[in-house]
């Protein structure tokens, strides 16, 4: 099973500041890495897909980058809505697996 | 518009089955892979399998083998997920959700999910 590591595992932040989130896969998954933001008692929703994608009706300032085993996921200027926790996910193989979560938290 | 509707919360003792449906519409069922996500009390997300609703072929991971069946009533646009021999360290908000592929390229992801049927476990 391919094994995903995020860091930091939370991060306090405030209003405007530039986040980065760092997703790390055990073995290469090329592209095959999405982002997902969960807010408490909801679903997950993606933001990111297939490493750099946003998906439609995303803010331009979340943006992913990265391939092989090292990803990351920026956001440029934190607002509000953006504290909750981010998952970074691959898809390149069975068992899909998720990162352990990353919470971002108001300063 | 596109949704999942799950069935509601769920409280059941140890050693019992959970069976979890989800109705799709706003798209074609059978045209989209139907996974099962679950989250524990605080804790991540761990993906449980996927069933392929126009085949029926299903897709568990290792942890799940034993004790899920995955099942989809293709007339009703409904997926199943029962999770036998229920333990308390079962007890999870579990989700389904679909997958879409990137046109023209082998990337998926997951687009749309249920809002999650709660299972408690406790005797």
């Known amino acids: 099973d391919i094994q995903m590591t995020q860091s930091p595992s939370s991060l306090s932040a405030s209003v405007g500041d530039r986040v980065t989130i760092t997703c790390r896969a055990s073995q290469t998954i090329s592209r095959y890495l999405n982002w997902y933001q969960q807010k408490p008692g909801k679903a997950p929703k993606v933001l990111i897909y297939a490493a750099s994608s946003l998906q439609s009706g995303v803010p331009s300032r979340f943006s992913g980058s990265g391939s092989g085993t090292d990803f990351t996921l920026t956001i440029s200027r934190l607002q509000p809505e953006d504290f909750a926790t981010y998952y970074c996910?691959?898809?390149?193989?069975?068992?899909?697996?998720f990162g352990g979560g990353t919470k971002v938290e108001i300063k | 518009q596109v949704q999942l509707v799950q069935s509601g919360a769920e409280v059941k003792m140890p050693g019992a089955s959970v069976k979890v449906s989800c109705k799709a519409s706003g798209y074609t069922f059978t045209a989209y892979y139907m996974h099962w996500v679950r989250q524990a009390p605080g804790q991540g997300l761990e993906w449980m399998g996927w069933i392929n609703p126009n085949s029926g072929d299903i897709n568990l991971a290792k942890n799940f083998q034993a004790r899920v069946t995955m099942t989809r009533d293709t007339s009703i646009s409904t997926a199943y997920m029962e999770l036998s021999r229920l333990r308390s360290d079962d007890t999870a908000v579990y989700y389904c959700a679909r997958t879409s592929g990137v046109v023209n390229s082998p990337y998926y992801y997951i687009d749309v999910w249920g809002k999650g049927t709660t299972v408690t476990v406790s005797s």
């Open positions: 996910q691959q898809s390149y193989s069975t068992p899909l697996t």
